[in-house]
């Protein structure tokens, strides 16, 4: 997949059993703990402009 973009960096806090949970999860679709979380809004913004409108950008 090529970006012609500039990717944007968030700093988010979670705690330590939220870090390994989320990385176990990311373990599960083969996916490294930072490809999961940037994963993550993708589908959420999919799914709600599946059953709403697009989100505006």
């Known amino acids: ?9 968030i700093s988010i806090q979670v705690t330590p059993e939220t870090k390994e949970k989320a990385a176990w999860l990311a373990r599960q679709s ?11 809004p993708l589908v959420q913004i999919r799914d ?10």
Do not use: F, G, I, Q
């Open 1 to 9: 997949m090529e970006h012609t973009e500039k990717m944007r960096t």
């Open 30 to 40: 083969c996916r490294s703990l930072s490809a999961y979380v940037r994963h993550l």
């Open 48 to 57: 709600y402009e599946a059953e709403n409108v697009p989100v505006p950008k």
